[in-house]
């Protein structure tokens, strides 16, 4: 191939993995839909969704939120040192998004949405009885990042409905049907299907 071939072959192939800058956004996608569980200083039982979370941490097993300060949460959690992340399942997107869009110091959030509060026998705060998957936490770390905290939860206990569960005792992703949420179009939505093994699949590369 000659020289002028290779330049404008190397020319196109820049191009078509061009790239447009968007900016220092929050664009990370998917996120989470989890609904944090607390109780206020007067023991109120109260909900949040919050989609700045993930697994931060193998041993001992930790999930981190992050919260504006201006929540109702924020100052729950700090009190009680402990929270619940209630897993919804895309049947449950309506009460799902409720939960984001009003304060606790406003509604009772739960009896709003015909929710239950169940208390949780391990940590210092609730969580919702209908949703398939909780996870109870007690507080171990806060870190102020800026707009944001970020606490971190050390997980006590892992509960999960039967009909949710797979072969192997854990939950199936599939039978769970867990929403998942899109920052860049604010748009909630549900998970595909299996594409490959974890830790396998890429050993047909090498």
């Avoid at 020289?3 to 998917?30: D, Q, R, V, W």
């Avoid at 929540?71 to 309506?94: C, G, N």
């Amino acid at each position: 191939m000659r020289a002028e071939e290779l330049f404008i072959n190397n020319i196109e192939s820049k191009e078509a993995y061009m790239k447009k800058s968007l900016g220092a956004k929050t664009l990370g996608c998917p996120t989470p839909v989890w609904i944090i569980g607390t109780y206020d200083a007067s023991g109120k039982p109260n909900i949040m969704t919050a989609a700045w979370c993930g697994i931060c941490c193998s041993m001992p097993p930790c999930v981190t939120v992050s919260l504006r300060k201006a929540t109702y949460t924020f100052d729950s959690i700090i009190h009680r040192k402990a929270y619940t992340i209630s897993i919804p399942s895309e049947e449950q997107v309506r009460e799902a998004d409720y939960a984001g869009l009003v304060s606790g110091r406003k509604a009772d959030k739960f009896t709003m949405a015909k929710l239950t509060p169940a208390r949780s026998e391990v940590v210092d705060a609730p969580y919702v009885a209908e949703f398939p998957v909780v996870i109870e936490c007690r507080l171990v770390h806060t870190f102020e990042l800026g707009l944001h905290t970020q606490f971190i939860g050390e997980v006590v206990d892992v509960k999960a409905e039967d009909s949710i569960l797979g072969e192997k005792g854990m939950p199936d992703i599939l039978k769970l049907k867990p929403l998942i949420f899109d920052p860049g179009t604010t748009g909630y939505y549900r998970i595909g299907g299996f594409v490959g093994k974890a830790f396998s699949i890429g050993k047909e590369i090498g």
